[in-house]
């Protein structure tokens, strides 16, 4: 009997097959930090914050302020989304990871492509590969690029549509939403917060991208990687994670991963590089990962909120402290994405990287980064 062509295919590995983690897919170090419980079980220093949409903005605004200043990421909750239209959001995205590998295949990223079926882009920096899978598309062309996954239109192709527009319109909303109380946060008043939508536009602007992750169970999860510890390079992200949890946030003083609670009907919000270069690194950009287990599959959703590629994103003057000159220069997301691949190749900190003074140093992620570096020793670059 003739191979069926996709098991020669470099983009696939059958998961479901796998009785133990080969080598391509183990990783060195992944134990070098202990793991604590983020659900305030252990410790409340580890408790990862909670802001609820349902407090007065001022309370919110002040919760929001600590834990982007603190962890740069935190559990937002009471957002009004409803948990009925989140559980069709994750049976469409398991409907779609259980494809024939074929017909996923036939959506594969290509080099360079920002939108399509496989690993990550990230993933292409390291030599070993990871124990997921992952499908990364824009809302605004859905249609069109799920037709590579369901060229024959029907049913599942209509339904996955559907229900990813009905939920990129409310975390449309949503993002509207927090990026005002992210602004309020950062101590601008109402009148200043209009100012700098009237003059830089930010919300009406910002554009969203979705990735899906699914991560299949592990026969040996202490071996293998789910998703390589990185920051997000936008301004803010939605993370879904369903009730299988995984994503872990690095923590300094002392060095550990925090364990993201899966609170039902919760996302995670993670700042990002830009969102870190936005408020000259008042609120900072969180170093995460996701791990995987032996007994369930995971599923996680992404809902990444940037600039559109042409806008130069610098510090908001009001983020700056009278009499300082901004921590980091102007940059384009694909700009900052090109520096982001520069500092992986070398081991540097793209944010360092971009920064203007030495002030910038002391709030981004160098420490982290090199931490990352001796966790995943040595760096495994592949490929540029
Ligand atoms: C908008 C984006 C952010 C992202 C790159 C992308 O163009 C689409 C995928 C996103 C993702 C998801 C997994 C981790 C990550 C680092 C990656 O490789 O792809 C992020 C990217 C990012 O935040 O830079
Ligand atoms: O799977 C997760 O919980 C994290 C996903 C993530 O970090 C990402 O998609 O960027
Ligand atoms: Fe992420």
Redesign the pocket.
């Given at each position: 009997m003739p191979t069926p062509s996709h098991l020669n295919n470099p983009h696939y590995f059958d998961f479901r097959a796998a009785r133990r983690v080969p080598e391509s897919h183990a990783w060195p170090g992944l134990d070098d930090h202990p793991v604590v419980d983020g659900g305030g079980g252990s410790s409340p220093d580890d408790a990862v914050p909670v802001v609820d949409l349902r407090e007065p903005p001022a309370a919110a605004a002040a919760r929001v302020a600590r834990a982007a200043e603190q962890w740069g990421a935190f559990l937002l909750t009471g957002h009004g989304v409803s948990g009925e239209l989140l559980a069709r959001v994750e049976e469409r995205i398991a409907c779609m990871f259980a494809l024939p590998a074929a017909d996923k295949l036939r959506a594969v990223r290509g080099p360079g492509d920002?939108c399509g079926y496989g690993s990550?882009?990230?993933?292409s920096f390291f030599s070993k590969y990871m124990w997921s899978e992952?499908y990364?598309f824009s809302p605004a062309s859905l249609r069109r690029d799920l037709r590579k996954l369901w060229p024959k239109d029907g049913e599942d192709y209509a339904s996955f549509c559907d229900v990813m527009e009905e939920f990129h319109k409310e975390m449309r909303a949503l993002a509207d939403r927090l990026l005002e109380l992210f602004l309020r946060a950062l101590g601008l008043t109402a009148d200043q917060v209009a100012a700098v939508e009237a003059e830089r536009r930010i919300g009406e602007t910002m554009t969203a991208?979705m990735?899906l992750n699914w991560y299949p169970r592990c026969p040996d999860p202490r071996r293998a990687l789910g998703?390589i510890a990185?920051t997000?390079?936008?301004f803010f992200?939605f993370v879904l994670q369903s009730l299988v949890p995984g994503l872990q946030l690095f923590r300094h003083g002392p060095d550990r991963w925090v364990a993201v609670p899966a609170v039902p009907g919760a996302f995670v919000v993670n700042v990002?590089d830009l969102f870190h270069i936005l408020t000259n690194g008042r609120f900072h950009s969180v170093y995460h990962r996701a791990v995987v287990n032996r007994d369930m599959d995971r599923i996680s959703l992404?809902y990444?909120v940037?600039p559109p590629p042409h806008a130069k994103v610098a510090p908001l003057p009001e983020a700056v402290p009278p009499g300082r000159a901004p921590a980091y220069r102007a940059v384009t997301w694909p700009e900052y994405?090109g520096v982001r691949k520069k500092a992986f190749t070398t081991g540097a900190s793209a944010l360092k990287m971009v920064a203007t003074t030495a002030a910038a140093s002391d709030s981004d992620n160098t420490t982290v980064a090199t931490a990352a570096a001796a966790v995943h020793q040595p760096p495994l670059v592949v490929s540029s």
């Open positions: 920002a990550p882009p990230i993933s992952g990364t991208t990735h998703l990185h997000d390079s936008g992200t990002g992404g990444f940037g994405m």
